[in-house]
């Protein structure tokens, strides 16, 4: 035995037009937001670069340590050599001063001068570098 179908009618469906292509317009998309350079300056710049504790700030202050830029990439360029080696928590030695930073966060936690570093003893760290 056939038994028969109907589907009941739908109502009328809208064709849907293509989408535009750009390139048969002539125009060209605009791109909201930066480019992909200006995306990956921003993101090789954030890799040079370290940030300080207000501990940190507070005993450069204190014990009058003063940084060059020249000193802050070579600290930048001792974080970025720890990271490589997977280090979390390093000491860094510039010269007669001692840095404690958070590899991790790229944040150095706190500074100490040559006259302290005698009776210092640092925990906590997985690794030093000197820079």
């Given at each position: 035995m056939v038994?028969?179908?109907?589907?009941p009618p739908?109502g009328?469906?809208?064709p849907v037009?293509?989408?535009?292509?750009?390139?048969?317009t002539?125009?060209?998309?605009r791109?909201?937001?930066?480019?992909f350079?200006?995306?990956l300056l921003?993101?090789?710049?954030?890799?040079?670069?370290?940030?300080?504790?207000a501990?940190?700030q507070?005993?450069?202050a204190e014990?009058?340590?003063e940084?060059s830029?020249d000193?802050?990439d070579?600290?930048?360029a001792?974080?970025?050599r720890?990271e490589?080696?997977g280090?979390?928590?390093?000491?860094?030695v510039?010269?007669?001063?001692?840095f404690?930073?958070?590899?991790?966060n790229r944040?150095v936690?706190?500074a100490?001068?040559g006259?302290?570093l005698r009776?210092?003893v640092?925990?906590n760290i997985d690794?030093?570098?000197f820079?």
């Open positions: 038994r028969e179908v109907r589907i739908q009328f469906i809208p037009s293509p989408a535009t292509d750009p390139s048969r002539g125009h060209t998309p791109v909201v937001g930066p480019s350079s200006e995306v921003s993101q090789v710049a954030a890799r040079n670069r370290i940030g300080f504790s501990h940190a507070q005993r450069l014990r009058n340590i940084l830029p000193d802050v070579r600290i930048a001792g974080v970025n720890a490589k080696k280090a979390r928590d390093s000491l860094l510039l010269r007669d001063t001692a404690v930073v958070s590899i991790r944040t936690v706190t100490v001068d006259n302290s009776d210092n640092f925990t690794s030093a570098v820079v």
